[in-house]
């Protein structure tokens, strides 16, 4: 072969690769530089706002760096776009109530979380005793902290260890790599959360926990403790956004029937008493944490996520909001849109 022809097939091939490069992933209008530079825009926009305060009825939370702040966003065809501090990690807190709920719905079925605890928005905060009172203990959900503890003691298990070891390996899938527990915060929590104790004993008298409410209090406080960094958030969003399958590793993370009902619960609850100006804003089904993480899916295209500690008066991150408001509505996410035809 001649070194021209050589040269010819190499450009072809080089030509494929460039090309290959600047396509839009599936999904999108714009090309992976577009997508970057759109993710990019948001991290130097807000990288420099002061807004919110970092959580400090646990006392753990207010000691974490208020300045980390990192975007990642993973398409549902395994790209990956990232800006700022991706690697640090944060407490995962109460994002971690979406991938107990998935657990509960694979055991047993979609039904049972909403005839035990409910699918609906309590309109409260998001550890409530008003709101636990106002039906029982029941027409609420499991992303708010009655929900939440009460969800933890359904996933199946007869010792504290098994049932953790269950719940521990789903997070672990979703995200893609073994996780483990920020032990600071987690006995900082434990020493300090004697109001879910309470909501967890009144969950036991109305009937929706079936015994031992204080265990379950601690698997929840157990799980609120887990260390994530945004890439691991990211991860956990895609997951959702494909079907339950996680993008970067090709594990089936939960049963895709599932999935819809999880994204339908986090689109009206998942950032507590903020959730109907966050779907007003974005369409997006979300979950906040009070350790700063907040995440979105858009469905069939990608997660994002973003951490960033200082929070509003509803427990929601400030910049996580703002970041990812701004490069959804740039990649024209909502998924209530809709173009006339
Ligand atoms: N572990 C926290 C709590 O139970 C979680 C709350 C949150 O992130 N909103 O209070």
């Not at 657990?103 to 005793?129: C, H, K, W």
């Amino acid at each position: 072969m001649s070194r021209n022809r050589k040269l010819g097939r190499f450009g072809a091939l080089a030509l494929v690769v460039v090309l290959a490069a600047g396509l839009a992933p599936a999904g999108f209008a714009q090309s992976p530089d577009e997508i970057q530079k759109v993710v990019n825009a948001a991290y130097e926009k807000y990288r420099g706002l002061k807004e919110g305060a970092n959580a400090d009825y646990i006392p753990a939370l207010a000691k974490v760096d208020p300045n980390l702040f990192g975007i990642v966003l993973v398409t549902t065809d395994g790209k990956v776009y990232t800006a700022g501090d991706v690697a640090s990690e944060v407490s995962i807190q109460s994002i971690s109530k979406v991938f107990t709920m998935a657990r509960v719905m694979d055991e047993q079925g979609p039904q049972a979380l909403v005839d035990n605890i409910g699918v609906d928005a309590t309109g409260q905060v998001f550890n409530s005793i008003i709101a636990v009172e106002q039906h029982k203990g029941a027409e609420m959900n499991p992303l708010v902290n009655p929900g939440a503890i009460t969800a933890t003691s359904m996933v199946k298990g007869t010792t504290a260890d098994e049932i953790w070891a269950s719940i521990l390996v789903t997070y672990n899938d979703f995200a893609g790599r073994p996780l483990s527990v920020n032990r600071e915060v987690y006995k900082s929590e434990a020493e300090t959360n004697q109001r879910n104790q309470a909501i967890a004993m009144l969950m036991w008298a109305y009937g929706h926990i079936k015994s031992e409410p204080l265990r379950a209090t601690d698997i929840y406080t157990k799980q609120c403790s887990v260390n994530v960094n945004a890439r691991d958030l990211a991860g956990m969003a895609a997951t959702l956004a494909n079907g339950g399958k996680n993008p970067l590793t090709g594990k089936q993370a939960m049963k895709p029937g599932n999935v819809p009902q999880v994204l339908a619960v986090m689109a009206t609850a998942g950032l507590y008493d903020g959730s109907g100006k966050w779907l007003y804003q974005t369409g997006l089904p979300a979950k906040s944490g009070v350790g700063g993480g907040l995440i979105a899916v858009c469905p069939g295209r990608f997660g994002i996520a973003v951490i960033s500690p200082p929070l509003d008066a509803a427990g929601n991150s400030v910049r996580a909001q703002k970041a990812i408001a701004d490069i959804s509505n740039a990649l024209k996410a909502n998924p209530l849109a809709s173009t006339p035809r």
